[in-house]
C-alpha cells in the first residue's frame, strides 16, 4: 500500500523515484527525481525530498517529518563528484530539519531544526540535538550526542538512548499505518 498524490511524486529528466513496500508521502510534501524510499518510510506535510541533481537514498523505517529539506550537493567545478544523501534505516528526522549531501548510518536521531552539511558523516547510532549545525566534511562517530553549533560530541548515549532509536522508528511506522489506513478510506 501506498499514498501519494500526483503532484507528491514527480518525475526529473526522465528519472522518477522509487518506492519501497507501505510508504507514506504526505499530499502535500514533494519527493522528486533520482530518490529511493525503502520499506514504511514516511514522508510528513510539507517536507521536501529533491533528488534532481543527484541521487537520495533512504532505508527501511525511516520518518521524515514535517517540513525537512532533504538535498545533494551537485557535482561541477568545486565539488567534481558532488555529494549523494544517503540515510539508513530506522532514522527519525525530526520536523524542519535540513539534510544536504551528506551520509547518515542506522539508527539515528536528528533533532528539530538540526542541519548536516555537505560531505558529513554521521555513524550509526548517534542523537543530534535540536538546532544543531553538523558542518561540512564533519564526522560524528557512533554512540554519542552531538549538539551546538557547530555541532561537538557532548557525551556517550546511555542504553536508554541506543533502545530509543528502534521504538522511534516503530512509533512512526504505526503512525504511518494509521495515516494511510485513513487516507486509504
Same mark, same amino acid.
Given at each position: 500500500? %501506498? !499514498?501519494y498524490t500526483s503532484n507528491s511524486l514527480r518525475s526529473f529528466r526522465g528519472t522518477s523515484p522509487v518506492l519501497g513496500e507501505r510508504v507514506l508521502i504526505d499530499p502535500s510534501a514533494v519527493v522528486l527525481g533520482d530518490v529511493e524510499l525503502g520499506d514504511d518510510v514516511s514522508v510528513w506535510p510539507q517536507a521536501s525530498v529533491r533528488g534532481?541533481? !543527484? %541521487?537520495i537514498r533512504v532505508g527501511a523505517r525511516t520518518s521524515i517529518q514535517? =517540513?525537512?529539506? &532533504? !538535498?545533494i550537493t551537485h557535482a561541477g567545478p568545486y565539488n567534481p563528484d558532488g555529494w549523494? &544523501? &544517503?540515510?539508513?534505516?530506522? @532514522?527519525?528526522? =525530526?520536523?524542519?530539519?535540513?539534510l544536504h549531501g551528506c551520509t547518515v548510518g542506522n539508527r539515528v536521531l536528528v533533532g528539530m531544526g538540526a542541519t548536516v552539511m555537505d560531505g558529513? @558523516? @554521521?555513524e550509526d547510532d548517534v542523537v543530534i540535538a535540536a538546532g544543531a549545525l553538523v558542518t561540512p566534511g564533519k564526522t560524528l562517530r557512533g554512540g554519542y550526542l552531538y549538539g551546538g553549533s557547530p555541532a561537538r560530541e557532548m557525551r556517550p548515549l546511555t542504553d536508554a538512548e541506543r533502545d530509543?532509536? %528502534?521504538?522511534s522508528a516503530d512509533?512512526?511506522?504505526?503512525l504511518k499505518e494509521q495515516h494511510l489506513a485513513e487516507l486509504e478510506a
Open positions: 500500500m %501506498r !499514498h534532481d541533481m !543527484h %541521487r514535517d =517540513g525537512c529539506v &532533504l !538535498h549523494p &544523501l &544517503l540515510i539508513g534505516e530506522d @532514522v527519525t528526522i =525530526g520536523h524542519h530539519a535540513t558529513a @558523516v @554521521v530509543y532509536f %528502534r521504538y512509533n512512526y511506522v504505526k
